[in-house]
């Protein structure tokens, strides 16, 4: 995971909370890496059930075919797009600022979840 680990190391050392609790995961990344796997999976399913649910109800039943096939290329776009490539720019491209923001969703002990306001990265 792209996360200054030297920083990481010394804002842990120091007491802070929230970078023990990244340092736990980066140790066993396949925890978090499996939670978020599954989680996303379960989403997008969800979404595709929805989105297929409001073409078909929306539309005429000569048309659904089509407007199914659209809509579904479409939602793939998308996916790709909001939910695969932009939270992996992100977090690359601020990795040392986010992942205290979110360490509080691995289940790990990480202080109060709900101060991440308070953290300051470096």
Known sequence: MA??????????????????????????PDRILGV???????????AAGIVTY????????EHVEIF???GSIL???IILIFCELTPKIVAAAYRNKYPAYFSCLS???S???????????G
């Open 3 to 28: 996360v200054n680990r030297l920083r990481l190391k010394y804002q842990a050392e120091a007491g802070d909370k929230k970078a023990e609790a990244i340092k736990e995961i980066l140790y066993n």
């Open 36 to 46: 978020i796997l599954f989680g996303v999976t379960v989403a997008e399913i969800a």
């Open 54 to 61: 409001v073409i078909a109800s929306n539309t005429t039943s």
């Open 68 to 70: 199914s096939l659209a």
């Open 75 to 77: 939602f793939s776009i």
């Open 107 to 109: 289940g790990l002990p």
């Open 111 to 121: 202080g109060s979840c709900f101060h991440w306001r308070d953290w300051r990265p």
